[in-house]
């Protein structure tokens, strides 16, 4: 419609200039030109709008003699398109050439990575103005030549407001906050985007507070904001929880009339999430109906870090029913959201809708897959989706190294170390902490020395609590329990109870009184109230028959009203979770569950399993320790596992308790009674039981 207009005017024009008079004829010539002229630029600028440059280029090439401003538009086109080349082809032809022609080709190189050119060109520059120079500064930014383009902004002979901005905004990118903000004390002129830039670069610098007082200082100067400068204040507030500000913000929203701006919206959503007013997030969400992905992500979010992961997988679900498309924060969102819950079953639907939309190979979602599946019990899924992930960062790395150790794969973590080095990542502290955790979770002693050592000489890293406190449990297990003590009292940092108590740990595995002692007087000392610390001696008492300091451990337990955590197991299936107490008779399949056990009991006598009674550290007869070992919780989950799942298929156990040492030779015949992999999580590692033998190979 719009090109038959535009033929439609030619042609009036042309009507009723015949009917005038021969002595205007040259009036007629004059008007014909100027109408088509006019109509001819109409044309071209019409079709480059709807990004149809070969049309544009048609009309541009029926022009006899196309004025400058015609060329400079035209160049303009093929350069926001992309195409530099033609943008360069008929920059070279014009004679005369301007500074809208002169910087679109700049700005075309900037955007198709030729920096070089870019350079080149505005080196050639007979005559620079303003945008000129602002646009370089802004290419070497963008380019990472920071001291380029701070040079550049120095030299500029005038600078506008937009100059002051862009490198404001450079600074602020950069990390270089105080010469952000010293820079921007000294403009001589500030606009709306100066307040913007400074707000959002200080909030994004861990600097919230201070972002906070300069949008105070912004209002107080009367200088309006824009819904970008809202949605930073919010994002600023949502950091420190600033319920009151907050809130003004909100108002303010309303009043400048941004309500139903989607990312003001989804800004307002993440501040609710953050103060933890969750039911305010959902009303905001209601308020707006849009199906942007960005708003459902926010609310996603904000149940998601409320701990309502139910509520947030709900909402992945109704996104997906509704044909609203996840991006990468909301599939990041949702199975962090699976982590928590451990719902494999879950996180396995939201892969399959990943896989869908090419998602799956995406680093960030990728690196989520990864972790769900090695922190829910999968080590194998996760290293399939590590291997198709195509451009590997760090996250990666850390994430399969650090689910291999955990899984009692070392072989598996070295490899992939040695991978990452010669992939050209450089490794950071929690590469390490994944390595040291490999060699401690299989006894790699020699090898856990050597990257110790290696580490306190690494470059890019030091060594931090969490590398001594692995070299400490790697001595300690390994039974060079001086060894690990004189490391751990020479740490140059404040040891926590949590490193004190890998050193009991292991005395209760090698039976040594006298530094475990020494250890819990330490623990006693950081935290006078460590249940683990009282229960862990009060076993090593027990387990050498010092019966009457197991009594004193108890009166000091209840002294320091130490209260010792009840152990449990649960299994997580069709998204709910089941847990279990030992002797637990209050879930409603109790009698299937206790039938299945005593099956369970008597097939474990015919494989020649004898219950270890030093595993129950009561004063009590033998019978009543086999009886209470039978009943434990991990056991109680494994038999409503067995009850509920289909033969052949995977039984995932998690504890909040290590495993003891009867329930490990256990499960391990169990595997092998039901023909059924089974794997058990506690606090330190998985156990992968399968065959009658443990991934863990009894190191643990």
């Given at each position: 419609?719009?090109?038959?207009?535009?033929?439609?005017?030619?042609?009036?024009?042309?009507?009723?200039?015949?009917?005038?008079?021969?002595?205007?004829?040259?009036?007629?010539?004059?008007?014909?030109?100027?109408?088509?002229?006019?109509?001819?630029?109409?044309?071209?600028?019409?079709?480059?709008?709807?990004?149809?440059?070969?049309?544009?280029?048609?009309?541009?090439?029926?022009?006899?003699?196309?004025?400058?401003q015609l060329c400079s538009m035209m160049i303009t086109g093929y350069a926001r398109n992309g195409r530099i080349s033609d943008a360069m082809m008929l920059?070279?032809?014009?004679?005369?050439?301007?500074?809208?022609?002169?910087?679109?080709?700049?700005?075309?190189?900037?955007?198709?990575?030729?920096?070089?050119?870019?350079?080149?060109?505005?080196?050639?520059?007979?005559?620079?103005?303003?945008?000129?120079?602002?646009?370089?500064?802004?290419?070497?930014?963008?380019?990472?030549?920071?001291?380029?383009?701070?040079?550049?902004?120095?030299?500029?002979?005038?600078?506008?407001?937009?100059?002051?901005?862009?490198?404001?905004?450079?600074?602020?990118?950069?990390?270089?906050?105080?010469?952000?903000?010293?820079?921007?004390?000294?403009?001589?002129?500030?606009?709306?985007?100066?307040?913007?830039?400074?707000?959002?670069?200080?909030?994004?610098?861990?600097?919230?507070?201070?972002?906070?007082?300069?949008?105070?200082?912004?209002?107080?100067?009367?200088?309006?904001?824009?819904?970008?400068?809202?949605?930073?204040?919010?994002?600023?507030?949502?950091?420190?929880?600033?319920?009151?500000?907050?809130?003004?913000?909100?108002?303010?929203?309303?009043?400048?009339?941004?309500?139903?701006?989607?990312?003001?919206?989804?800004?307002?959503?993440?501040?609710?999430?953050?103060?933890?007013?969750?039911?305010?997030?959902?009303?905001?969400?209601?308020?707006?109906?849009?199906?942007?992905?960005?708003?459902?992500?926010?609310?996603?979010?904000?149940?998601?870090?409320?701990?309502?992961?139910?509520?947030?997988?709900?909402?992945?679900?109704?996104?997906?029913?509704?044909?609203?498309?996840?991006?990468?924060?909301?599939?990041?969102?949702?199975?962090?959201?699976?982590?928590?819950?451990?719902?494999?079953?879950?996180?396995?639907?939201?892969?399959?809708?990943?896989?869908?939309?090419?998602?799956?190979?995406?680093?960030?979602?990728?690196?989520?897959?990864?972790?769900?599946?090695?922190?829910?019990?999968?080590?194998?899924?996760?290293?399939?989706?590590?291997?198709?992930?195509?451009?590997?960062?760090?996250?990666?790395?850390?994430?399969?190294?650090?689910?291999?150790?955990?899984?009692?794969?070392?072989?598996?973590?070295?490899?992939?170390?040695?991978?990452?080095?010669?992939?050209?990542?450089?490794?950071?502290?929690?590469?390490?902490?994944?390595?040291?955790?490999?060699?401690?979770?299989?006894?790699?002693?020699?090898?856990?020395?050597?990257?110790?050592?290696?580490?306190?000489?690494?470059?890019?890293?030091?060594?931090?609590?969490?590398?001594?406190?692995?070299?400490?449990?790697?001595?300690?297990?390994?039974?060079?329990?001086?060894?690990?003590?004189?490391?751990?009292?020479?740490?140059?940092?404040?040891?926590?109870?949590?490193?004190?108590?890998?050193?009991?740990?292991?005395?209760?595995?090698?039976?040594?009184?006298?530094?475990?002692?020494?250890?819990?007087?330490?623990?006693?000392?950081?935290?006078?109230?460590?249940?683990?610390?009282?229960?862990?001696?009060?076993?090593?008492?027990?387990?050498?028959?010092?019966?009457?300091?197991?009594?004193?451990?108890?009166?000091?337990?209840?002294?320091?009203?130490?209260?010792?955590?009840?152990?449990?197991?649960?299994?997580?299936?069709?998204?709910?979770?089941?847990?279990?107490?030992?002797?637990?008779?209050?879930?409603?399949?109790?009698?299937?569950?206790?039938?299945?056990?005593?099956?369970?009991?008597?097939?474990?006598?015919?494989?020649?399993?004898?219950?270890?009674?030093?595993?129950?550290?009561?004063?009590?007869?033998?019978?009543?320790?086999?009886?209470?070992?039978?009943?434990?919780?991990?056991?109680?989950?494994?038999?409503?596992?067995?009850?509920?799942?289909?033969?052949?298929?995977?039984?995932?156990?998690?504890?909040?308790?290590?495993?003891?040492?009867?329930?490990?030779?256990?499960?391990?015949?169990?595997?092998?009674?039901?023909?059924?992999?089974?794997?058990?999580?506690?606090?330190?590692?998985?156990?992968?039981?399968?065959?009658?033998?443990?991934?863990?190979?009894?190191?643990?």
């Amino acid at each position: 419609m719009p090109v038959f207009r535009a033929t439609f005017r030619i042609f009036k024009s042309h009507v009723i200039s015949t009917k005038l008079s021969k002595k205007s004829s040259q009036g007629f010539q004059f008007n014909v030109k100027a109408a088509t002229g006019s109509s001819d630029k109409f044309l071209v600028s019409y079709h480059l709008k709807n990004h149809r440059l070969d049309q544009a280029r048609v009309v541009f090439d029926g022009i006899r003699s196309p004025d400058v401003q015609l060329c400079s538009m035209m160049i303009t086109g093929y350069a926001r398109n992309g195409r530099i080349s033609d943008a360069m082809m008929l920059f070279d032809k014009m004679r005369h050439r301007d500074f809208v022609a002169w910087n679109s080709m700049i700005k075309g190189c900037l955007d198709c990575g030729d920096l070089a050119m870019a350079r080149s060109l505005f080196d050639e520059m007979p005559e620079k103005n303003v945008v000129s120079w602002t646009t370089m500064v802004d290419g070497y930014l963008r380019y990472g030549r920071f001291e380029v383009a701070e040079s550049l902004f120095w030299d500029m002979p005038v600078r506008d407001v937009a100059a002051w901005n862009v490198m404001i905004y450079g600074y602020c990118e950069y990390g270089r906050i105080e010469e952000s903000m010293k820079l921007f004390e000294e403009m001589p002129c500030r606009n709306v985007i100066s307040w913007t830039s400074m707000i959002a670069g200080l909030d994004q610098n861990g600097k919230s507070e201070e972002a906070l007082s300069l949008f105070r200082e912004m209002m107080d100067s009367g200088v309006e904001p824009t819904s970008n400068t809202l949605a930073s204040v919010l994002t600023a507030c949502a950091n420190v929880a600033d319920s009151n500000l907050g809130t003004q913000v909100h108002g303010l929203v309303v009043k400048l009339g941004y309500l139903f701006d989607e990312f003001i919206s989804a800004s307002l959503m993440t501040w609710y999430a953050k103060c933890k007013e969750v039911d305010y997030c959902r009303k905001v969400f209601n308020e707006i109906v849009s199906r942007n992905p960005v708003i459902w992500t926010a609310l996603l979010s904000g149940y998601s870090v409320n701990c309502k992961h139910e509520d947030a997988l709900r909402v992945f679900c109704i996104m997906i029913k509704v044909n609203v498309l996840p991006n990468q924060a909301t599939f990041i969102s949702a199975l962090n959201s699976c982590c928590e819950l451990e719902a494999l079953d879950k996180g396995r639907e939201i892969h399959t809708v990943a896989f869908k939309l090419g998602l799956d190979t995406d680093v960030y979602v990728g690196n989520s897959l990864l972790i769900m599946y090695h922190e829910c019990g999968n080590i194998h899924d996760a290293l399939a989706e590590f291997k198709i992930i195509k451009e590997k960062n760090v996250v990666s790395w850390n994430a399969i190294i650090t689910g291999s150790a955990q899984h009692g794969y070392a072989i598996w973590a070295l490899i992939f170390y040695t991978q990452m080095i010669r992939a050209g990542v450089d490794p950071d502290e929690i590469t390490f902490t994944g390595i040291l955790s490999a060699c401690n979770h299989s006894g790699l002693l020699q090898k856990g020395r050597c990257f110790f050592k290696y580490i306190s000489r690494y470059k890019v890293t030091k060594l931090k609590l969490q590398h001594y406190a692995c070299m400490v449990d790697i001595l300690s297990r390994s039974g060079k329990l001086d060894e690990a003590e004189e490391l751990l009292r020479n740490i140059p940092m404040q040891a926590n109870s949590m490193v004190w108590l890998a050193l009991l740990s292991a005395c209760r595995i090698h039976s040594n009184i006298a530094i475990a002692e020494r250890a819990a007087k330490c623990i006693f000392e950081l935290e006078p109230h460590c249940s683990a610390a009282y229960v862990l001696l009060s076993n090593l008492y027990a387990s050498a028959g010092r019966w009457e300091d197991v009594l004193k451990m108890r009166a000091k337990m209840k002294e320091g009203r130490a209260m010792k955590v009840r152990g449990s197991s649960w299994v997580v299936l069709k998204g709910r979770r089941h847990e279990f107490l030992s002797a637990d008779r209050s879930h409603p399949q109790t009698e299937k569950i206790y039938e299945k056990l005593d099956w369970l009991g008597g097939k474990l006598k015919e494989f020649g399993y004898i219950p270890d009674p030093n595993f129950v550290l009561h004063d009590v007869e033998d019978e009543q320790k086999e009886e209470t070992l039978s009943y434990h919780s991990e056991r109680l989950a494994i038999a409503f596992g067995l009850v509920n799942s289909v033969e052949g298929s995977v039984i995932t156990v998690m504890k909040n308790l290590r495993v003891c040492g009867d329930c490990h030779a256990a499960i391990k015949i169990m595997s092998k009674i039901v023909s059924r992999e089974i794997v058990v999580r506690d606090p330190r590692r998985f156990h992968h039981f399968k065959k009658g033998i443990c991934s863990c190979g009894d190191y643990w």
